[in-house]
């Protein structure tokens, strides 16, 4: 299939592109990396009438460490994620995660910005980003704001972004000498979507869990931090035994997925082993 006809705009500067969607709205979609977006207008899964092409804007790409964060422009490819000499050293579990998007030639061209907003409950980054604890830096008609990971994901291929606003930066805390985090997933074999997927990052302090961020996505409808999982875990000692007892709580109060893949039990199941094999590598138990 072909998409339905569409009037293409390319934006040379953030705020010529700001404006576009200002005065097109609904209409209009905006397009980074096309990595979603393409496949889902030739399958007419979405139609708009106008396309937004931000993709050019040099401005929007670029890493860098401010304030013992990583800051990251929103057209920075996964690739450039993946292969960044300061993310390896400061955040090497981000850069982990990007390796694991779909293959090189979708690395290359789609974007960390474009995959957040499309906010796809079976992608790599959210969970990461929980985990990790990154803010949001959305640019739009009213100005600049911060959203925490935490209040990012708000449904299913929905994010707290406003509809005239974009994502233009990610900023992902430095991690810290006492800190180890991780990042899996159980993909599926054709897709590499994953069927579950969990970041964690804990803080440790004389051989204890001072405090832990366990996050999931793929088997629920919306990426999530567990919370009961994260309390549990909260002044224990690192052992394989704690991470087994924390395991059984993992999904519980979650909506859970079931679909032709598999079904919530499994899912459930395979997302309760996926947290201790993740959580003993960041721990080394």
């Not at 079976?122 to 008609?141: C, E, F, K």
Request: proline share 4%; with cysteine.
């Amino acid at each position: 299939m072909i998409p339905v006809s569409f009037e293409y705009y390319r934006a040379n500067t953030l705020d010529e592109a700001l404006e576009l969607v200002k005065k097109f709205g609904d209409e209009a979609k905006v397009l980074a990396g096309g990595q979603s977006l393409i496949p889902m207008l030739k399958l007419r899964f979405a139609r708009y009438s106008k396309i937004i092409d931000i993709g050019r804007l040099q401005e929007l790409r670029y890493i860098k460490e401010e304030g013992g964060q990583i800051w990251i422009g929103g057209l920075t490819t996964h690739r450039e994620v993946e292969k960044s000499s300061l993310i390896k050293e400061k955040v090497p579990v981000l850069s982990a995660c990007a390796s694991e998007i779909a293959d090189v030639q979708v690395r290359n061209m789609g974007t960390i910005a474009g995959s957040l907003s499309h906010a796809d409950p079976s992608a790599d980054y959210p969970p990461t980003m929980l985990a990790l604890g990154a803010t949001m830096v959305a640019r739009g008609s009213k100005g600049s704001r911060e959203i925490p990971a935490d209040n990012f994901f708000v449904g299913t291929f929905t994010t707290a972004l406003e509809p005239d606003e974009l994502l233009v930066e990610v900023r992902v805390p430095v991690i810290k000498n006492n800190e180890r985090a991780a990042y899996m997933k159980i993909g599926h074999p054709a897709t590499g979507f994953a069927i579950v997927n969990c970041a964690v990052k804990f803080s440790l302090r004389d051989g204890k869990i001072e405090g832990a961020r366990v996050a999931f996505g793929g088997f629920v409808t919306v990426p999530y931090r567990d919370t009961r999982v994260e309390n549990l875990l909260a002044g224990k000692d690192v052992s394989l035994d704690t991470l087994k007892r924390a395991s059984e709580l993992v999904g519980e109060g979650q909506d859970i997925i079931g679909d032709y893949y598999a079904d919530a039990d499994y899912r459930r199941s395979l997302a309760k082993a996926l947290f201790v094999r993740v959580a003993r590598s960041a721990l080394g138990v």
